[in-house]
């Protein structure tokens, strides 16, 4: 068992991002429809972000449907929307209680107009709160975003209000989905990929990695610890030498 009191009382990852996967596998385990995977799934996405708020962790960033998650059969599609818009209608309330500021990534142009009402609404509605940001990405993709970015700093240097000279890593992060977001510090796995999947490329540039064979509709309050407890084990090194952070610590 993880020793929860050592956790808390240790170093939080400050963004915390996940990829929650194996929803489907989990249904396919119990001969159910994926869809009872995802509902499952959302159960557990209520526990970790109450765990993350509860822990005082300041970012938690999850990737709830992928820019390629659009090919997947309509139906599976729909039962993911409706499942989307059933949390943010039944979570603002508990959202408020709890402090939390509600944040999305991804192209928002690609959801049905209701849902991204329904986002933007709940943006608004927690946008003064100031614990746990939220973030969830939402027809999201890394590589696409990037190229997003690019053309929108082509179109600012071609309009002259910015120099092309200017343009460094700083710069570049504030044209991302995720600007005014740090970069994640540890980025979870579910059900045994090892894999990023086009998450976050630019932002996990040194973020600690984990990966469990857990499925996601059973990852539960001890894994979030236990994850947590090896990423408060690991040495971050940023590219200099374990002495040189012995020094600075
Ligand atoms: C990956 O499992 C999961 C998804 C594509 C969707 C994630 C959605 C949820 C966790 C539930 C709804 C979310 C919110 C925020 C309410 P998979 O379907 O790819 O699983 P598989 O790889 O086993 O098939």
Redesign the pocket.
Same mark, same amino acid.
């Given at each position: 068992m993880t020793d929860v009191t050592a956790v808390a009382t240790g170093k939080m990852p400050h963004h915390l991002a996940i990829i929650?996967?194996? #929803?489907?596998?989990?249904a396919?385990a119990r001969m159910l429809p994926?869809l009872m995977?995802?509902?499952k799934?959302?159960e557990?996405?209520r526990m970790v972000v109450t765990e993350c708020s509860r822990l005082g962790i300041a970012y938690l960033t999850?990737?709830?449907?992928?820019a390629e #998650?659009w090919s997947r059969p309509t139906a599976e599609v729909s039962a993911?929307m409706n &499942? &989307?818009k059933k949390?943010i209608q039944s979570e603002v309330p508990r959202m408020m209680r709890d402090n939390i500021r509600f944040n999305v990534i991804g192209n928002r142009g690609d959801l049905p107009e209701e849902i991204s009402r329904e986002l933007e609404e709940a943006m608004a509605f927690t946008a003064s709160n100031t614990g746990l940001t939220l973030t969830?990405a939402l027809s999201y993709g890394s590589r696409q975003e990037i190229l997003h970015a690019v053309g929108r700093v082509a179109a600012d240097i071609a309009a002259g209000r910015l120099s092309a000279e200017s343009v460094n890593e700083a710069v570049f992060a504030d044209y991302l989905y995720t600007a005014g977001l740090p970069d994640p510090d540890l980025l979870v796995r579910t059900?045994g990929?090892m894999r990023i999947s086009n998450f976050l490329l630019w932002q996990l540039a040194y973020a600690e990695l984990y990966f469990t064979d857990i #499925?996601?509709p059973d990852f539960n309050r001890q894994e979030l610890l236990r994850a947590i407890a090896d990423f408060q084990s690991r040495e971050r090194r940023f590219g200099l030498t374990g002495d040189q952070i012995k020094a600075r610590s």
């Open positions: 929650m996967d194996g #929803n489907g596998r989990w396919k994926r995977g995802h509902r799934g959302a557990t996405v999850l990737f709830a449907f992928s #998650n993911l &499942l &989307l949390y969830l059900s990929e #499925n996601w």
